[in-house]
């Protein structure tokens, strides 16, 4: 069992930085590829990048590569979601999600991470 739970979220302007934290607990955080997704009112939950395992490999959707960055802290059991250059589509509820996996490889697909967290706001207004 991993327990996360996520913080960060806010309303903030176009164009600025905002950091989302999602802290684990619970069964060994570092041996699972953590992921962010997003979702709007009405729409499918959304993939926004993975992180493997052992932290060399990241990968993200293409709206968001270059803009945003996914890190993770296993000594503080904590993955990261850096977003740069918001913009009103980013707008959204950001969970992150836990998902077994070999070491480097990150995970895409939604059904295949086992834990989520309860979500964090993000809105993105001028």
């Known amino acids: 069992q991993v327990q996360l739970v996520e913080s960060g979220g806010g309303l903030v302007q176009p164009g600025v930085t905002l950091r989302l934290s999602c802290a684990a607990s619970?069964?060994?955080?570092?041996?699972?590829?953590m992921g962010w997704f997003r979702q709007v009112p009405g729409k499918e939950r959304q993939f926004v990048g993975s992180?493997?395992?052992?932290?060399?490999?990241?990968y993200y959707r293409p709206s968001v590569k270059g803009r945003f960055t996914i890190s993770r802290d296993d000594a503080k059991n904590t993955v990261y979601l850096k977003m740069n250059s918001l913009k009103t589509e980013d707008t959204g509820v950001y969970y992150c999600?836990?998902?077994?996996?070999?070491?480097?490889?990150?995970?895409?697909?939604?059904?295949?991470?086992?834990?989520w967290g309860q979500g964090t706001q993000v809105t993105v207004s001028s």
């Open positions: 619970g069964s060994t955080f570092s041996s699972y590829a």
């Open positions: 992180i493997s395992w052992n932290g060399d490999n990241t």
């Open positions: 999600a836990a998902a077994p996996a070999p070491p480097k490889v990150t995970v895409v697909e939604i059904a295949k991470y086992d834990y």
